[in-house]
């Protein structure tokens, strides 16, 4: 797989736009899970889904 690299800045509550091409080419549809590593932050598709109790 092509690395891709892209630099955003984040806006001032924090937050980052992931651009739409990234999200189609890895199936990122509404729910995102964030996982900390010692490499850096992973973004992937939950395994799981959360419920609203």
Do not use: C, H, S, W
Not at 5 to 10: D, L
Not at 19 to 33: D, I, N, S, W
Request: proline share 4%; aromatic share 6%; hydrophobic share 40%.
């Amino acid at each position: 797989m092509d690395k891709i690299g892209i630099i955003k800045e984040f806006d001032k509550l924090g937050r980052i736009v992931i651009p739409k091409e990234l999200r189609q080419r890895f199936g990122l549809t509404e729910e995102v899970e964030i996982i900390a590593t010692k490499e850096g932050i992973l973004l992937k598709n939950p395994e799981y889904e959360l419920i609203k109790k």
